[in-house]
């Protein structure tokens, strides 16, 4: 096994319907990352108003295998920038209500900066490249939600050449 394959192992992928238990997420990471450095984690959860509508529930829906393909993509990327020991990205599908864990996003780095900043890019662009489709229900309508400019943005930093 080289270290490539290795590396490989320590970044993990899951696209599920079910909900998932943040400290068996870390644990999972903390093992598979040889627990040294640093752990950044992000937790996204169904917002109860959205644009100043009520939110009901959140219907998330996916195109499987190319989605877990862009997640992996991304964290890859991520791993090309950053020194990074594992990535784990769990994102849920289906119907939500408001208040559901939505995503968790884990790092594992030998440094602070490079989890913090890993783990706030791979969200960036899980906003902004993975193929999901989410549609509100408020006040009993149903509605697709659209891209924000902001996300856009956020993500758009990552590409800026930043010399180190």
Not at 13 to 39: K, M, N, T
Not at 81 to 103: S, Y
Not at 120 to 126: A, N, S, V
Not at 141 to 149: K, L, T
Request: hydrophobic residues 40%; charged residues 25%.
């Amino acid at each position: 096994m080289t270290t490539a394959d290795t590396m490989q192992l320590a970044f993990t992928v899951s696209v599920q319907e079910a909900d998932f238990d943040i400290a068996q997420l870390q644990r999972s990471l903390l093992a598979g990352a040889a627990a040294e450095g640093a752990i950044a984690t992000f937790t996204g959860y169904v917002r109860r108003d959205n644009e100043n509508r009520q939110v009901e529930g959140l219907e998330l829906e996916h195109y499987p295998g190319m989605t877990e393909a862009s997640i992996s993509a991304i964290i890859e990327q991520a791993a090309k920038r950053w020194p990074l020991l594992g990535a784990c990205v769990v994102h849920r599908v289906g119907k939500l209500v408001p208040g559901d864990q939505i995503v968790w996003v884990g790092i594992a780095s030998a440094h602070r900066e490079a989890a913090f900043s890993a783990c706030e890019c791979i969200m960036d662009f899980l906003k902004t490249q993975a193929p999901f489709w989410k549609k509100e229900q408020s006040s009993g309508n149903g509605h697709w939600v659209e891209p924000r400019e902001i996300d856009s943005t956020r993500a758009a930093r990552w590409h800026e050449d930043t010399a180190e």
